[in-house]
């Protein structure tokens, strides 16, 4: 649709229709046997070190393509989602550091960057096109970022690799060996092929080459991009003319993209401007550390870019089927969608006044609140903070809420392929 086209759509805004958006999303056509291959593997336990964490365990169409936790329990966890608790036997070592972000529409072009920080991202002048945390060290071949990023849930012990020295994959990643022949990826590569399945399903997408990790992770990122693209919701529909926004929903997005001033950082078809903005979002859970590190804070982008401006920023998520995605936040610290709505009303005031049973999280013999009870820790949060204040009724919250209710694709929750009965490895699909 041309852009003309799309903006003569948007009269029953006329208000607000300049910043209204106006460019519809490109998805680039997936191979259905690629497709297949990444459906099964992305259910299938195989790719984790211990054989009992698949990509779906953190990441599942029942809790909004996310597992409905602030922080998730990956490799020693028993249980899908809520009912997730350690596993007694084997319990992890700590939370997984950031809250598991839902997959929404990731196949869209427009994505150019992954994870809360962009620590990996699409880069011209970088090999392949795409940065990543390898720098150098990284393979070559992948289909674009979202299958780069595919790679690294692989070699997290919280999420997926294991333990240190438990299995042959954990102990790969802890000696430093992640690409090349006896590198971790290669490892995973070798059990995929050695199941007749995926070796002959691969085989007819590489035309008889044995499968490489590039086509594990090419296959999952085309079974995403199919899997749940999202743009059928009441707004989609409203954009394109077919069914406009009425009642509450329509004063939320008057709202939205007027007076409460979301549409600054929430822009675009997807609500995304896919920058990094410091919120003041509170820090729970261990942060984000190097093994050798004691701290428990996350910086965020500065993180990645090194940049002091960029302290406590985080991406801008897409707000697609945000009913569902709970909880909220770089650490999920909000499970509630009104709290982080509220919380941005006065990110300062909200920081200094978070009660951890805002959160969701299964019980671990952690302490989840380091950060928030060190008042320099807060503060740095606090100064970082880019949102001034703004003075919303409750009518007029609840419009706004109303609005993002309007961002559901019901169909899309589900998936087009759904949960498979049973993977090539015979091991337990997380149902």
């Given at each position: ?31 259905p046997a690629l497709v297949e291959m990444g459906w099964l593997l992305f259910y299938d336990p195989i790719l984790s070190g211990n054989k009992e964490v698949a990509c779906a365990t ?298 951890l049973d805002q959160a969701r999280l299964p019980d671990l013999p952690v302490d989840d609140l380091r950060i928030m009870r060190d008042p320099r820790e807060v503060a740095a949060i ?28 019901p169909a899309s929750i589900a998936g087009r392929l759904g949960v498979p009965d049973t993977v090539p490895s015979g091991l337990p699909v997380p149902q």
């Amino acid at each position: 649709m041309k852009r003309v086209a799309v903006l003569s759509l948007l009269t029953a805004l006329p208000a607000v229709a300049g910043q209204m958006p106006d460019t519809p999303p490109v998805f680039p056509a997936q191979d259905p046997a690629l497709v297949e291959m990444g459906w099964l593997l992305f259910y299938d336990p195989i790719l984790s070190g211990n054989k009992e964490v698949a990509c779906a365990t953190c990441h599942h169409p029942k809790f909004g393509t996310s597992d409905g936790l602030s922080l998730g329990i990956g490799d020693g966890g028993i249980g899908l989602g809520t009912a997730r608790v350690a596993d007694p036997d084997n319990p992890p070592e700590q939370r997984i550091p950031r809250n598991a972000p839902a997959v929404f529409n990731l196949g869209a072009a427009e994505f150019a960057s992954m994870f809360h920080d962009g620590r990996l991202e699409a880069k011209p002048d970088e090999p392949d096109g795409i940065r990543t945390p390898l720098g150098q060290e990284m393979v070559h071949g992948f289909s674009g970022v979202l299958s780069a990023q595919s790679m690294f849930p692989v070699l997290s012990g919280d999420e997926m690799a294991g333990h240190y020295s438990e299995n042959e994959i954990s102990q790969a990643v802890r000696q430093g060996f992640l690409t090349g022949e006896d590198g971790a990826w290669a490892l995973i590569s070798a059990r995929v092929r050695a199941i007749p399945e995926y070796a002959q399903g691969f085989e007819k997408v590489t035309g008889g080459a044995p499968a490489q990790f590039t086509d594990i992770s090419d296959a999952l990122a085309a079974f995403m991009a199919f899997e749940w693209q999202a743009d059928n919701s009441p707004f989609d529909r409203h954009l394109r003319g077919e069914e406009p926004l009425t009642g509450a929903a329509l004063d939320g997005a008057n709202l939205f993209y007027g007076k409460a001033g979301c549409a600054t950082c929430h822009s675009g078809w997807f609500q995304t401007d896919h920058d990094f903005h410091a919120i003041a979002m509170p820090q729970i859970g261990p942060g984000k550390a190097a093994r050798f590190e004691r701290h428990a804070r996350d910086t965020g982008r500065m993180r990645v870019t090194g940049r002091a401006e960029d302290a406590y920023a985080f991406r801008t998520p897409s707000l697609r089927n945000v009913t569902e995605t709970a909880p909220y936040g770089h650490a999920g610290a909000y499970a509630s969608l009104e709290d982080v709505v509220r919380h941005h009303l006065d990110p300062i005031a909200a920081l200094n006044s978070y009660s951890l049973d805002q959160a969701r999280l299964p019980d671990l013999p952690v302490d989840d609140l380091r950060i928030m009870r060190d008042p320099r820790e807060v503060a740095a949060i606090a100064e970082a903070n880019q949102l001034a204040p703004i003075s919303l009724s409750d009518a007029e919250v609840a419009a706004i809420l109303a609005f993002l209710g309007s961002l559901t694709d019901p169909a899309s929750i589900a998936g087009r392929l759904g949960v498979p009965d049973t993977v090539p490895s015979g091991l337990p699909v997380p149902q």
